[in-house]
């Protein structure tokens, strides 16, 4: 999808160049993360993708095409940018912002306002809200969507987004990071994403690429970079603990255990015999389509009769299947409680994860 | 009570200096901000260009406004013509400072996410760049049209006529009644326009904030 | 090392002696070039060292004694009006004198002709008034400018107020004090060409005069000097506020 052809970038009055004869291929809908210290090429790499930097030799392809057969203007129109200040129009509302891009290609009245309610709901931001705010009435987080939105408003294939999440606080950061991966599997853009997080970038990347110096110090997925790191920068880069990183590789639909659940108005006898038979101490309470709805506790239905529901107890915490280890281990923690259940989007239960699971999953390969 | 006897008889009089005195100074303020805002975003692109420039405005305000006058007369004559092109040479300052710094000001991530996104360098500089660097340039306009106000009471002195038509006769005449008239007339034109004016201010930085 | 440093010094001291020098001899040669090559027999006349100078001096002295006089008094008003007691009035005295600054500088020459008549004296008044705004101006807004935690640290250190007054706020509200004092005094400079309109002399007289018998070369000599006048008063105190 992008193709990178020995592309040399040297600004002049400097004596290395920024980015070094590279060479690299982005597949289509792949997330590639750009990972390495500042001034190491990564964002000057990135530019020169929407020509925002024009490169001193080599070729940029996209789908084939030569970028420089396009004008900047109009190839820009055509690729989603995000960067980390997130640069919206202090002067417009949130609805201008998103259509710059449409208006741009002038689409007419009817088709940008449809567009803008739909990215809006995409982003779960209320358009009757929101539309029209400006964005100093916005926390950072919401501001950050409405960059994502305002960069998917023409649907372009590619996406460039530099250091997007890296001005927010920790928790926010992270539930934007969970959200923006939710949204990638519905719209499958091809994404170049600049950081210097390798946090971010292994739990974020299909592909990661360590640039250093303006070259490529190794490329592969998170799983190869972090069991096999190059050399000793990439080591440096990866930190201590690869096992504790490795918690943001695997997500929880992938370890986690079918569980035994009964319906809210099964009979205690049989909800009884099923936790005695299995060896549990609570079980889940689930309504219609499997919708978790709370638990119950073995030692609340000693010598009792009646329904499971009559003795529910309010499920505290549950954790996404597609969220990684280290969500569901934060959030076992924060409760302190040694397993979690785990559900899917529309709150199904699906399965539970013990924290002995998770020892295992991250120490396998170490 | 004398002197209000005096403004009322000379009503006329003196409202026909008011109304010239007023569109003197708004013909010259019209063209200055033209040109003041047009060589305040040319020199953005170009540093240089940008320090010459806001030198020379500023050596251009250190000649007394008196003299700038008394220099155009020889090539222009007397009259408006000399008066209204020394204001706009002498305001030039506050306006193509302020456009610059407005937009130099502007932060940089804005115009990036504008370029990323494809918009053209005209479409960059007339719906992002100025309509930020707005409240600055009023605040520009505001300092200029009050000098503009001033300016124009001393060009009576090149017969552009105006409100010092009314200070310079009584000075001449030491009619105290004429020059405490012609005084007030001009500081309240002075102080009207520039509460008018921040009062724009005050709405386009709202409208930012 | 060391010597890096003295030729780092030595070059602005260079130059600082320099733009002055080089100010005023382009001011000496052009009132030599009218003098000695004047355009005809009217400017011959008019025009002589002895008569330049008088103006010349006449223009320091009207800008001196009423820019000197606005310093003493606006400084000591604007400490005096951000003392905590009278927090207040400080704000409506910024509104007033940022009304009073609107007020165009013929406006105020003439209103003081009409209580002191005309000569010497009201030009010195309207101009002390006319200085004192931005001065005053500006030291209010360089004192309540000073951050408020500064202050806090200062006070919570135990100084007492005086000792905060001239280790903390007159420190660092400094240069806004001295932009101030600037921009009166270049302001002044071109202003005080007006007074000759009532009489009190200075370089405004030759470009009156210049005009009113029609020769641009005196014109001009009035405006030059009071231009190069203005620029080498500026220069000089942005050197003083370095020192």
């Known amino acids: ?199 971010e970038a292994i739990k974020m990347g299909d592909k990661i690429v360590v640039v250093k110096n303006g070259k490529i110090v190794q490329q592969g997925t998170p799983d190869d970079i972090l069991s096999n790191p190059a050399d000793e920068f990439v080591e440096n880069l990866i930190g201590g603990n690869r096992s504790i990183k490795r918690l943001n590789l695997v997500t929880c639909s992938e370890i986690m255990h079918d569980t035994f659940s009964v319906k809210m108005d099964t009979p205690l006898d049989a909800a009884r015999t099923i936790m005695l038979e299995n060896g549990l101490k609570t079980i889940a309470l689930t309504g219609q389509n499997n919708k978790l709805i709370g638990y119950a506790e073995l030692k609340d239905m000693e010598g009792k009769t009646g329904m499971s529901g009559d003795y529910k107890k309010e499920m505290e915490v549950t954790v996404d299947e597609r969220m990684s280890l280290n969500d569901a281990l934060s959030e076992m923690l924060r409760i302190g409680q040694r397993y979690i259940y785990v559900a899917d989007e529309r709150d199904n239960l699906r399965g539970w994860i013990g924290i002995n699971d998770i020892l295992n999953a991250v120490s396998i390969n170490d | 009570m004398d002197i209000f006897n005096f403004f009322i008889n000379r009503i006329e009089t003196i409202m026909k200096l008011t109304s010239q005195h007023f569109f003197m100074v708004l013909t010259a303020m019209i063209i200055s901000i033209v040109i003041g805002v047009i060589v305040g975003i040319l020199i953005t692109y ?42 706009v040479l002498y305001t030039q300052l506050p306006i193509v400072r302020n456009v610059y710094t407005g937009i130099k000001n502007i932060n940089p991530s804005i115009i990036e996410a504008a370029r990323g996104m494809g918009m053209s360098r005209f479409k960059i500089t007339f719906k992002i760049k100025l309509p930020l660097a707005l409240p600055v340039l009023i605040a520009g306009i505001r300092t200029a049209v009050v000098m503009g106000v001033g300016m124009g009471a001393i060009a009576s002195y090149v017969g552009a006529g105006g409100l010092g038509d009314y200070v310079f006769q009584g000075i001449q005449r030491t009619n105290d009644k004429m020059i405490i008239i012609g005084a007030l007339m001009i500081s309240l034109m002075a102080i009207l326009v520039d509460r008018l004016l921040s009062l724009v201010q005050k709405r386009a930085e709202k409208k930012l904030s | 090392m060391t010597d890096s440093g003295n030729v780092k010094k030595r070059k602005p001291v260079i130059k600082a002696v320099l733009i002055p020098l080089v100010l005023i001899f382009i001011g000496l040669s052009y009132t030599f070039y009218v003098i000695n090559y004047p355009q005809d027999k009217i400017v011959a006349d008019f025009v002589s060292y002895s008569k330049v100078f008088s ?183 942005a050197l003083f506020e370095k020192a």
């Not at chain 2, 050596?59 to 406004?65: A, K, R």
């Not at chain 3, 609107?102 to 008034?129: C, H, Q």
Request: proline letters at 5%; hydrophobic letters at 50%; glycine letters at 8%.
């Open chain 1, 1 to 199: 999808m992008i193709k990178f052809e020995n592309v040399t970038k040297k600004y002049p009055n400097t004596k290395n160049s920024a980015v070094n004869n590279l060479n690299l291929e982005i597949n289509e809908g792949e997330i590639c993360m750009l990972v390495g210290p500042s001034g190491c090429g990564k964002t000057t790499t990135m530019k020169m993708v929407n020509r925002l930097i024009e490169p001193t030799s080599g070729n940029i392809y996209i789908d084939g095409e030569n970028i420089m057969a396009h004008n900047p203007v109009d190839l820009r129109r055509n690729i989603g940018y995000v960067i980390q200040n997130i640069g919206l129009f202090p002067h417009m509302t949130i609805a201008e912002n998103i259509a710059t891009v449409p208006k741009e290609k002038k689409w007419d009245k009817e088709r940008i306002d449809k567009r803008v309610d739909e990215l809006l709901e995409l982003m779960e931001l209320n358009p009757e809200v929101y539309r029209n705010r400006r964005p100093s009435d916005l926390s950072g987080g919401q501001r950050q969507r409405v960059g994502v939105a305002r960069a998917l408003a023409a649907d372009p294939p590619v996406m460039l987004m530099d250091e997007p999440f890296g001005a927010l606080d920790p928790i926010t950061r992270s539930k934007l990071q969970n959200e923006f991966l939710r949204l990638q599997e519905k719209i499958r853009k091809t994404i170049i994403f600049v950081t210097h997080d390798i946090d």
């Open chain 2, 46 to 87: 170009n540093e240089k260009a940008a320090e010459v420039v806001l030198h020379i405005t500023k050596i251009l305000m250190t000649i007394p406004s008196l003299a700038l006058f008394a220099i155009l007369i020889p090539i222009f004559r007397i009259g408006a013509t000399p008066a209204i092109i020394g204001i």
């Open chain 3, 55 to 237: 103006l010349l001096k006449q223009h320091i002295v009207l800008v001196l004694v009423s820019a000197t006089a606005a310093v003493l008094v606006s400084v000591p008003l604007g400490i005096f009006l951000t003392r905590p007691k009278f927090k207040g009035l400080a704000n409506i005295f910024i509104s007033i004198v940022n009304m009073g600054q609107t007020i165009p500088s013929l406006a105020i020459l003439a209103l003081f002709v009409s209580v002191l008549g005309i000569g010497f004296k009201s030009a010195v008044f309207a101009l002390w008034i006319y200085s004192l705004l931005p001065i005053l101006n500006n030291t209010l807004v360089g004192i309540t400018g000073v951050d408020r935690y500064v202050m806090e640290a200062a006070t919570g250190m135990g100084m007492n107020p005086v000792r905060i007054l001239t280790k903390i706020e007159l420190p660092i509200a400094f240069p806004v004090i001295m932009a101030g004092i600037r921009t009166a005094a270049t302001v002044n400079i071109g202003t005080a060409t007006l007074a000759a309109f009532i009489g009190a002399g200075g370089l405004g007289d030759l470009i009156i005069a210049g005009n009113n018998i029609n020769r641009w070369q005196i014109v001009i000599l009035g405006a030059l000097l009071s231009a190069l006048l203005a620029i080498l008063a500026d220069y000089l105190m």
